[in-house]
C-alpha cells in the first residue's frame, strides 16, 4: 500500500533542508528593500508631502551654512548611514545608530520638533516586494 506520506514524507524533508538558506536569502534580499526604500525616501524627499515644513530659522541656518535646503539632508550622512545587520540566520535589522534617528521620526515635542516619518513609510512601502520574495522563496523552497 502506498500512503500520502511516501510521497510527502521525503518532500518535507526536502524543503526542511533547503528551507532556512532559501528564507535566509529572502530575508537578506527584504532587508535590501527596506533599506533602499528608507534612503531613497529621503533623498527624493518622496515623504515631505506629509511632513512639516523646515523653519524659517533652520532655513536660514542651512541657506547660511550651504547645507542642502532638502529635509531631513544636510550633508547626505543621515540617509547615507542606515545600514543592514544580520543578527543570525533568520533576523536582519535595518536602521541607523545616529542619535537623531529617533527624533526624526517621531518628533520631539518639548524640542519643538515634529515627527518626519520615513522609516515607517518606507517600510509600508516595501511590504508589495517583501510578500513577493517570501511568495518566491516557499515556490522554490517546494519545488
Known amino acids: 500500500m502506498m500512503s500520502v ?7 518535507l524533508a526536502r524543503a526542511i533542508s533547503k528551507g532556512s538558506k ?7 534580499q527584504n532587508a535590501a ?35 542642502s535646503p532638502l529635509t531631513l539632508v544636510a550633508h547626505g550622512d543621515y540617509s547615507s548611514s542606515f545600514e543592514t545587520r544580520k543578527h543570525d540566520n533568520t533576523t536582519y535589522e535595518v536602521g541607523t545608530n545616529r542619535p537623531d534617528a529617533r527624533r526624526h521620526e517621531f518628533g520631539f515635542e518639548a524640542g519643538g520638533e515634529p515627527e518626519r516619518p ?7 512601502d516595501s511590504a508589495e516586494q517583501i510578500k ?10 517546494f519545488e
Not at 527596506?34 to 533652520?58: F, M
Open 5 to 11: 506520506t511516501d510521497s510527502f514524507g521525503p518532500m
Open 118 to 124: 520615513h522609516v515607517r513609510p518606507a517600510l509600508k
Open 22 to 28: 532559501v528564507l535566509e536569502k529572502a530575508q537578506a
Open 33 to 67: 528593500v527596506v533599506q533602499s526604500n528608507i534612503i531613497k525616501g529621503i533623498r527624493s524627499q518622496k515623504y515631505v508631502t506629509n511632513w512639516p515644513s523646515l523653519s524659517e530659522a533652520t532655513k536660514k541656518r542651512k541657506r547660511k551654512l550651504r547645507l
Open 132 to 141: 513577493e520574495n517570501y511568495v518566491r522563496a516557499v515556490s522554490e523552497i
